[in-house]
């Protein structure tokens, strides 16, 4: 039993309820803001108050908050009430560095493109500059600004629709598709940490758009009561459209692919389930979904028998 601590925001510090939002909706993507204020003086900050909430129109809103010390808005809020047009460029691993050096609060008016020693591109439909080393740059009209509030830590959503995307050559894969583990992207967690977008952190998990899973609900209790499968091994198992029939469970057991489990275990039924279900949740963590249901439906043919 979980022991769960329950957080009121009216009763905690500004700054303490934010540890705790950052560290719980983690992680989140970072949007390199750059703008431009009505003297065309450039500005380009980071910000993980951010994410994409529809293709047509194309829209990203990213969040500048007040400071939580000071109340004052940033300069990139400033900017796009002055200039409604913002760049919103990624932040891969190769930037990362620069991006974090981009979130020093200079005093308007200092390019960060040179403090970050970032190279400034122009862009084709709005005044910002571009990111060159940012593999996706986005150039977008400001379509409305919504102030959360007037307090310290209070948000500022700036709802962008995306009038042009540059994609670097690099990131894509040989079908023209964004491949996760060239594009290297990092997200925000709390505190001073970062995620890594791709290598071993990176996973798939099959998305029922087109198929009816069967549920949770439909898996025999004996399974669904396992102590050996998790909460995610019974989500694998109810994805599927239809359980393995008798006939490919049976098949599937003559095949010798479990023999050595039951001439291990014969018809000790409570160890040889336990054992069958280890075996099944190596399947489950592999991706062999149809294979771990013959083999968790091998035990129920023997409870049957």
């Known amino acids: 039993m979980h022991t769960m601590r329950t957080i009121d925001p009216s009763q905690v510090k500004t700054s ?27 500005n380009l900050s980071p910000f993980s108050f951010f994410n994409v909430f529809s293709a047509h129109p194309p829209i990203a809103i990213f969040s500048p908050a007040r400071s939580g010390r000071t109340n004052t808005t940033k300069n990139t809020f400033d900017n796009v009430m002055e200039v409604k047009e913002v760049v ?33 591109l122009a862009s084709e439909r709005v005044k910002p500059f571009r990111v060159k080393e940012s593999p996706v740059q986005m150039e ?5 600004v919504i102030e959360l509030g007037q307090e310290g830590g209070a948000g500022n959503l700036i709802i962008c629709e995306i009038l042009l995307m540059h994609i670097s050559e690099d990131v894509l894969d040989a079908e023209g598709h964004i491949d996760p583990n060239k594009i290297d992207l990092v997200a925000r967690m709390g505190a001073n940490w970062y995620c890594r977008a791709s290598g071993p ?6 998305k029922p758009l087109l198929t009816k899973g069967i549920g949770v609900d439909a898996i025999p209790a004996h399974i669904r009561s396992s102590k050996v ?16 029939a008798m006939d490919e469970v049976v098949h599937y057991k003559q095949s010798g692919a479990i023999s050595e489990a039951y001439e291990l275990y014969g018809r000790n039924l409570h160890k040889l389930e336990d054992h069958l279900h280890h075996i099944a949740k190596r399947l489950l963590d592999d991706g062999k979904v149809l294979e771990a249901w013959k ?11």
């Open 229 to 244: 499968l998790t909460g995610n091994n019974l989500g694998q198992l109810g994805n599927v459209e239809h359980i393995p």
């Open 201 to 206: 952190a990176l996973f798939e998990v099959a």
């Open 140 to 144: 977008c009209k400001v379509k409305q």
């Open 16 to 42: 303490q309820l934010h540890s705790y939002l950052l560290g719980a909706v983690a992680p989140r993507p970072i949007a390199f803001a750059s703008t431009i204020d009505k003297d065309g003086n450039p």
């Open 88 to 120: 919103i460029n990624v932040v891969n691993y190769n930037l990362v560095q620069q991006a974090s050096l981009a979130s020093t609060e200079y005093p308007k008016g200092v390019n960060e493109f040179i403090k970050a020693g970032l190279t400034p």
């Open 295 to 305: 083999v968790l439906l091998s035990a129920e043919e023997i409870i049957q028998s």
